[in-house]
Nanobody, 121 residues
Framework: QVQLVESGGGLVQAGGSLRLSCAAS????????MRWYRQAPGKQRELVAG???????TYADFVKGRFTISRDNAKSTVYLQMNSLKPEDTAVYYC???????????????WGQGTQVTVSS
């Protein structure tokens, strides 16, 4: 699997902003889809946003107009700009990629360790 390291989480007041980053490493041949998921306590993990290699983006309805996903293929990094944060955005945010390492035949799913985002009211 490709190694993913997230950063940028923290504590912010409602209405504030955070920018998450996720850097991939590990003899990467190609990264296809890159996604952000989140999981709040007692809830299932849910898709927040995704971006393809050709920059096609999708968003969950609950973040449309507030969050922006982007990627830098040269740096193998995906970002999530989160604006107008709400207390209900509080969760652990996970990076996920569908990617292929050098020498592999198939793409594989990889997950980061997660970064905590806490929004206070």
């Amino acid at each position: 699997q490709v190694q993913l390291v997230e950063s940028g989480g923290g504590l912010v007041q409602a209405g504030g902003s955070l920018r998450l980053s996720c850097a991939a490493s590990g003899r990467i041949f190609r990264i296809n889809a890159m996604r952000w998921y989140r999981q709040a306590p007692g809830k299932q993990r849910e898709l927040v946003a995704g971006i393809t290699r050709d920059d096609s983006k999708t968003y969950a309805d609950f973040v449309k107009g507030r969050f922006t996903i982007s990627r830098d293929n040269a740096k193998s990094t995906v970002y999530l700009q989160m604006n107008s944060l709400k207390p209900e955005d509080t969760a652990v945010y996970y990076c996920n990629t569908l990617s292929r390492k050098l020498g592999d035949v198939f793409d594989r799913d990889s997950w980061g360790q997660g970064t905590q985002v806490t929004v206070s009211s």
